[in-house]
Structure formats: structure tokens, C-alpha cells
């Protein structure tokens, strides 16, 4: 009895329905939908009417009683010109970022084909080459001799086989230490 065949042959065995109720319904549903229609008419006039009255309205006001226009002033942001020093700087640091960048993206593609002892080594040479650049940023400070002179004597001790240290030894003979 609980067969899903059965049940839908019974439904579909059931009487359709009365033709006059339909005709009821449907009537309704048309003249609902007229009543709207007309509902949406008379609001849409008195939208447009209210749309157009205020522009009418100002359209006779007499012209002397109206405002001049405003005047717009449009602000153009002031760029202010940077001076040597500081343009030398600016262009110093871009350098600076576009070679350690550069620097980077070739390390990066160096170290995807390096087995695991050659990226320790070039991590120990990246290390020298730090010290290095911190010796020379010290060199150009005042004052800075003396501990860029350690900084160069560190990576000759540290990292004796990597090409920071040739480096760091030149520079300390052009010092005199």
C-alpha cells in the first residue's frame, strides 16, 4: 500500500476541478492585477507632477531676487621641491632597494637548483656581504672608522673563504688598519 507507483496513479485518477472555480480565481487575479496597474499609474503621475513642480516653480521666480552663482575655486596640491641633499638621498635609497631586489630575485632563483650544503654556504656568504655593507654604511658616519674597521675585521675571521672577505681585507688596507 505504500507503493509510490500507486499513490501517483490515484492522483492522477482524481477528478479535475470544477471549471467554474477557475474561472472565479482567474477573474480575481485579473482584475487584482488591473487594480494594481492602475494603483501604479496615479503614483507614477503624481511622482512626475511632483518632479516638475519645483522646476516650474523656480522657472517663475523673478530673476533679480536670484543669487549670483558661486564661484568654484578648484585647489591644484602643491609639490614641494626637494633639495639636493635630499633628492640624492631619495635616489640613493631607490638604487639601493632596485640592486638589493634584483639581489634577491637572483638568490631566489639560485637557491631553487642548490642542494642543502650549497644553501648554507651562500646563507654564511648573504651573512658576509651583510656585515660588509653595515661596515661601509658605518665607514660614512662620523666617527664610524673604528667600528666599521671591526665589521671588516669580523667578516675576515667569520667567513675567511667568502668573497666578502677579499673584500673587507681591501678595505682595510685602503684604512690603514
Request: charged fraction near 25%; hydrophobic fraction near 45%; glycine fraction near 4%.
Amino acid at each position: 500500500m505504500n507503493d509510490p507507483l500507486k499513490t501517483l496513479l490515484r492522483q492522477a485518477d482524481r477528478p479535475a476541478p470544477v471549471a467554474g472555480l477557475e474561472e472565479s480565481l482567474a477573474q480575481r487575479v485579473r482584475r487584482r492585477a488591473s487594480r494594481r496597474r492602475a494603483a501604479r499609474r496615479a503614483v507614477g503621475t503624481l511622482l512626475v507632477l511632483l518632479a516638475i513642480a519645483p522646476i516650474v516653480w523656480l522657472g517663475r521666480r523673478p530673476r533679480s531676487a536670484q543669487a549670483p552663482p558661486a564661484q568654484v575655486v578648484i585647489a591644484r596640491p602643491q609639490i614641494m621641491p626637494l633639495s639636493d641633499d635630499e633628492s640624492a638621498r631619495l635616489a640613493e635609497m631607490t638604487a639601493a632597494d632596485i640592486d638589493r631586489l634584483r639581489r634577491e630575485q637572483r638568490a631566489l632563483k639560485v637557491t631553487s637548483a642548490l642542494n642543502v650544503d650549497d644553501r648554507v654556504k651562500l646563507s654564511l656568504y648573504e651573512t658576509a656581504a651583510t656585515l660588509l655593507a653595515n661596515g661601509d654604511l658605518l665607514m660614512h658616519q662620523n666617527g664610524g672608522a673604528q667600528q666599521a674597521t671591526a665589521a671588516y675585521k669580523l667578516v675576515q675571521t667569520e667567513f675567511p673563504d667568502s668573497p666578502a672577505a677579499t673584500v673587507a681585507a681591501e678595505r682595510l688596507r685602503r684604512i690603514g688598519s
